[in-house]
């Protein structure tokens, strides 16, 4: 949440080479391409593909499209995101991110400033109000990221997405790439635009021919992908701040790679509903992270019972768990310190022009983020489309 803040100085170079894409020439290799990962950055790299006349299959593992940009509706009186959920930038990013000079998509959005805030540290909870002075940032009113991609850039994308395939082999081959999923299909292509997450990548469960070269194997051992998960809980009264630091508060106001941050979910939204939400992405949360979803709730629940002596329990009324540690093609939140001196676009820079890299890794200063995934993805679109 607060890390974002000093991401926006770079999104201004990053979203003028996004907008050189109309301009674009093509004299192209790519008539087909396929894309792996139906994530933020498959589905911005698709929607601009096509747009260019390209041919474009995007092979998705999972059941449904979004990856980290996922939506929980009937739970409250609002879509949850229960994933990415801040705009982490000026909401023009949004038409930037579907290239349009007219930026103004007509969708509303918060202006999230809390107001309230408590830290709790060494058994004492204290209010902290001044930090509302530092802190600002951008929410959908309404609608959520997924809605965003629902709305906008997925009726593009026609039948190209195949969903429930989960990419194992990418073959480069003497005119182009061949990419075989689970079951044995094969897809070929020009080019393949890889989008997993840096975990995927890591895990080697995609076997590349030739092999992936040092510089990127190596590489990735400087990237760290850590822990994440999300718990919403629904109360039936207000008994919580806008914010509740509970834990060192330098995990809140610095670039600190630990962050567990209780928010109130339903701030400046159109909601009746009593909605916390606790926000976790960090290296050292893993114990919690394997808990099952009954047990993370009652873990969770026994903190804020211990912090607000016991009001949590007496108007607990129901929870939800997103555990994306646990979700099988993700393992975990996103990438962000790095441990290397090497520039991440160099690490996974194209191999021999046909192999291509995009997704929140690659996002530069607005790593971490879905519209640094998605500028990563339309930058890897102009060098497809280039070359
Ligand atoms: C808890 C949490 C909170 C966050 N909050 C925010 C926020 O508030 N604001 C913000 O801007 N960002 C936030 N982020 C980060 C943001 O969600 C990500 O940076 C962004 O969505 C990543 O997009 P991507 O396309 O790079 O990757 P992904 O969304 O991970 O997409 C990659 C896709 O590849 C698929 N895949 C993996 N392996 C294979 C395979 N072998 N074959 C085929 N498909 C495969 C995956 O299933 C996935 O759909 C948050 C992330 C988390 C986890």
Redesign the pocket.
């Known amino acids: ?1 607060w890390q ?1 803040i000093h991401r926006r100085q770079f999104l201004l170079s990053l979203a003028s080479a996004a907008l050189s894409i109309p301009g674009i020439v093509s004299a192209q290799t790519a008539r087909r391409v396929v894309i ?8 911005t790299a698709a929607f601009h593909l096509r747009r260019a006349g390209v041919e474009v299959t995007v ?4 059941p449904g ?5 996922a939506r929980l509706t009937g739970f409250a009186d609002f879509p949850i ?8 930038d000026d909401p023009t990013i949004l038409g930037q991110i579907l290239g349009q000079e007219n930026t103004d998509l007509g969708i509303e959005t918060i202006d999230y400033r809390p107001q309230t805030y408590q830290v709790y540290s060494n058994g004492n909870l204290r209010p902290r109000n001044l930090l509302r002075i530092g802190y600002s940032e951008v929410k959908f009113e309404t609608t959520t ?1 997924y809605g965003f991609f629902e709305r906008f850039v997925v009726p593009d994308l026609g039948d190209s997405i195949v969903l429930n ?4 082999d990418i073959e480069q081959t003497s005119n182009g790439v061949s990419v075989r ?1 689970q079951d044995g299909r094969r897809f070929d292509a020009d080019h393949v635009l890889v ?3 840096v975990s ?1 990548l890591k895990s080697a ?2 076997r590349f021919t030739p092999t992936l070269p040092d510089r990127i194997v190596e590489g990735l051992e400087g990237i760290q992908f850590g822990e ?3 718990v919403f809980l629904k109360f039936r009264e207000r008994f919580y701040p806008d914010i509740l630091i509970a834990g060192p508060i330098q995990n809140f106001i610095s670039d600190a790679w630990d962050e567990k941050t209780y928010y109130d979910a339903a701030f400046g939204k159109p909601s009746e509903d009593n909605i916390l939400g606790l ?3 960090s290296q050292d949360q893993l114990s919690r992270a394997r808990l099952g979803d009954d047990e993370l709730i009652s873990d969770v629940l026994a903190e804020l019972d211990e912090i607000y002596d016991g009001t949590a329990s007496r108007v607990f009324e129901t929870a939800h768990v ?1 555990n ?1 540690s646990r ?1 099988p ?2 393992r ?3 990438s962000m310190a790095i441990e290397t001196d090497q520039p991440v676009d160099e690490i996974l820079a194209p191999i021999n022009g046909r192999v291509h890299f ?4 690659l ?1 530069g200063n607005a790593q ?6 998605a500028l ?2 339309i930058q890897a679109v102009d060098r497809i489309l280039n070359s």
Do not use: N
């Not at 792996?36 to 589905?43: E, T």
């Not at 499209?65 to 940009?69: I, P, T």
């Not at 995101?81 to 982490?88: F, L, S």
């Not at 395939?165 to 194992?168: G, S």
């Open positions: 949440m974002s792996v990962g139906a994530g933020a950055a498959g589905l092979l998705e593992a999972a499209w979004g990856g980290r940009v995101d229960t994933g990415a959920e801040w705009i982490h990221w395939a989960p990419v194992t999923v989008t997993v997450p995927i469960s995609i994440g998960f999300k926000f976790t992405a997103k994306w979700v093609y993700i975990g939140s996103y995009a997704g929140e890794v996002g971490a983020t879905v519209h640094g995934a990563s993805a």
